[in-house]
């Protein structure tokens, strides 16, 4: 039977949002062994004063299991 633990994180990039994701994945990879999935809950862009996208941000859940 397994056991799976879930974590909330934010992360950004100002490339895109799949690189933000994949940023905070590897960052948290470094401490939480195991990681199984992501849920994206929440996305954010801050842009400047034109209306470019500047910065992208991903709210995410990651699961993984626990040993």
């Known amino acids: 039977m397994s056991v799976a633990k879930v974590i909330e994180l934010n992360a950004s990039s100002k490339k895109s949002l799949e690189d933000a ?3 905070g994945l590897k960052k948290a ?8 999935g992501a ?4 996305i954010k862009v801050v842009t400047d004063e034109d209306g ?3 910065e ?3 709210d995410m859940k990651v699961s993984f299991l626990v040993q």
Not at 29 to 36: H, N
Not at 39 to 42: A, C, D, G, P, T
Request: glycine share 4%.
């Open 21 to 23: 994701v994949q940023t």
């Open 29 to 36: 990879s470094t401490s939480v062994k195991g990681i199984k």
């Open 39 to 42: 849920w994206v809950k929440e």
């Open 52 to 54: 470019n996208i500047t």
């Open 56 to 58: 992208w941000r991903a």
